[in-house]
T-cell receptor, first 114, second 111 residues
Framework: DTAVSQTPKYLVTQMGNDKSIKCEQN?????MYWYKQDSKKFLKIMFS???????INETVPNRFSPKSPDKAHLNLHINSLELGDSAVYFC?????????????FGPGTRLTVT | KQEVTQIPAALSVPEGENLVLNCSFT??????LQWFRQDPGKGLTSLLL?????REQTSGRLNASLDKSSGRSTLYIAASQPGDSATYLC??????????FGAGTQVVVTP
């Protein structure tokens, strides 16, 4: 059983288009995250939702809009795609509590903007 | 501002040798520290999670230590195997589970 899944795995699109990436977790966790891994393989957090509420919003262009319809799902919508948005986007989930819990990552979505 | 550094950036060892991977962080006010493994083109696999109150965690051939006061963690992999070849990432956990990652150590274990 896949714990954290993402669709699609690959996304190739042209500049200016709008695209969405979906994430689902079946671990019963209350918190979900989006991370971006750039071309230099550096991972950085973008957003986090706890029980459908946005709690972490890093310095990300407002072309990126996360949405969490329920605790098990977190989607990422990107408007007016730019070349610099090309990266691998990872979804993750955890059960956040005192001391923090182990974070589990999805397989990633490789976005290529041409 | 928290900064996480991993040294060395790359490491090549012959099979059977022990691996020592280092991670340092600038702000000791952390909730936990997590070590991950990433294979090329793949996602992240969690290896070990150390809570801020713990000094070490062990799983099989892996052992990770944490010294919050000095801002350091070390991942030891005993008796390395070619299958251990991957990039190893250290991530420091802050409030609400926010992870800040180091740049990783790329490990190659030669048969």
């Amino acid at each position: 059983d896949t714990a954290v899944s993402q669709t699609p795995k690959y996304l190739v699109t042209q500049m200016g288009n709008d695209k969405s990436i979906k994430c689902e977790q079946n671990l019963g966790h209350d918190t979900m995250y989006w991370y971006k891994q750039d071309s230099k393989k550096f991972l950085k957090i973008m957003f986090s939702y706890n029980n459908k509420e946005l709690i972490i919003n890093e310095t990300v262009p407002n072309r990126f809009s996360p949405k969490s319809p329920d605790k098990a799902h977190l989607n990422l919508h990107i408007n007016s795609l730019e070349l610099g948005d090309s990266a691998v986007y990872f979804c993750a989930s955890s059960q956040v509590g005192q001391g923090g819990y182990e974070q589990y990552f999805g397989p990633g979505t490789r976005l290529t903007v041409t | 501002k928290q900064e996480v550094t991993q040294i060395p950036a790359a490491l090549s060892v012959p099979e059977g040798e022990n691996l020592v991977l280092n991670c340092s962080f600038t702000d000791s006010a952390i909730y936990n520290l997590q070590w991950f493994r990433q294979d090329p083109g793949k996602g992240l696999t969690s290896l070990l999670l150390i809570q801020s109150s713990q000094r070490e965690q062990t799983s099989g051939r892996l052992n990770a230590s944490l010294d919050k006061s000095s801002g350091r963690s070390t991942l030891y992999i005993a008796a390395s195997q070619p299958g251990d070849s991957a990039t190893y990432l250290c991530a420091v956990g802050g409030s609400w589970g926010k992870l800040q990652f180091g740049a990783g150590t790329q490990v190659v274990v030669t048969p």
